[in-house]
């Protein structure tokens, strides 16, 4: 595991995006696994500045993204697939074919989720996974549990984590979807590189447990601490209690 200490927010997505950027530049035909949220938008939007100066070149790359909202059209502009096309794809030349989302308005989840891990197997892999982590320590949608899950697989969200996107539902926490389609735990493990972000004070407490305590399934992210090759980023605030 190696920590990458950054000064502030800004500073944690340049940095952030200094890794991304070079396993782009390394390999122009590589496969990103991207993640949505508030704190890789920055990151996001460094890469598309260094695209616009002539810097990037998406047209060979291929994302493949952690999870989606069960029950959303991709035209719905909480999907997560409208994320991704408003926070990165519509700025740069990644090809639309070369795009993976789990297809959150297929009802049958359990052909969804074989679907999308079929998916990720035809691209040969992932070869950097970005990820930010949860105030209760999820990664993707892998929530506090008994065991790690294994592939792509339908969840129950957790009362804190309906809590905490109801913000993107004009706080209506009604709206807020229930359930969602996410990579599993076995999937990020196997990802050549995987690369957190975090900031903020209100992660701190969870970055000490997870990466300086025990590994364990109530605390999804701690498995990171097996990865051969895991970089995290975090600001001063979310780095401040290791």
């Known amino acids: 595991m190696k920590i990458i200490r950054a000064k502030d927010y ?23 696994g991207l993640a949505t949220g508030g704190t890789p938008v920055g990151t996001y939007a460094q ?9 990037l070149d998406f047209s060979e790359v291929t994302t493949v993204n952690l999870d989606e909202y069960r029950g959303l059209p991709r035209t719905h502009e909480q999907s997560y ?31 969804a989720c074989r679907e999308y891990d ?13 990820l930010g982590i949860g105030i209760d320590g ?16 339908c969840v129950d969200l957790t009362e804190s984590t309906i809590e ?3 913000r993107f539902f004009d706080g209506n926490e009604a709206l807020v979807p ?11 493990m196997q990802a050549r590189k995987v690369l957190m ?9 969870i970055i000490k447990k997870a990466f300086f305590g025990p590994v364990t399934p109530e605390l999804p992210a701690s498995i990171l601490q097996m990865h051969p090759d895991f970089i995290l980023v975090g600001d001063e605030e979310a780095l401040s209690l290791v």
Not at 11 to 32: E, F, G, T, W, Y
Not at 118 to 130: A, P, S, T, Y
Not at 197 to 205: L, R, S
């Open 10 to 32: 800004k500073d944690m997505s340049r940095k952030a995006a200094n890794i991304i950027s070079a396993q782009v530049i390394m390999k122009p035909a590589c496969v990103l």
């Open 47 to 55: 890469l598309i500045d260094w695209y616009n100066k002539g810097d």
């Open 81 to 111: 697939w409208y994320f991704m096309q408003k926070n990165l794809f519509e700025h740069v030349n990644v090809r639309p074919d070369h795009i993976h989302v789990p297809d959150g308005s297929n009802p049958d989840a359990e052909a």
């Open 118 to 130: 079929q998916i990720i197997r035809d691209v040969g892999g992932i070869d950097l996974q970005l």
């Open 138 to 153: 999820h990664i993707g949608f892998n929530e506090p549990g008994e065991a790690f899950e294994l592939g792509t697989h």
């Open 164 to 166: 905490a996107n109801k």
């Open 178 to 188: 229930r359930q969602a389609y996410t990579m599993g735990i076995k999937t990020i």
């Open 197 to 205: 972000v975090a900031n903020g004070a209100n992660k701190a407490e």
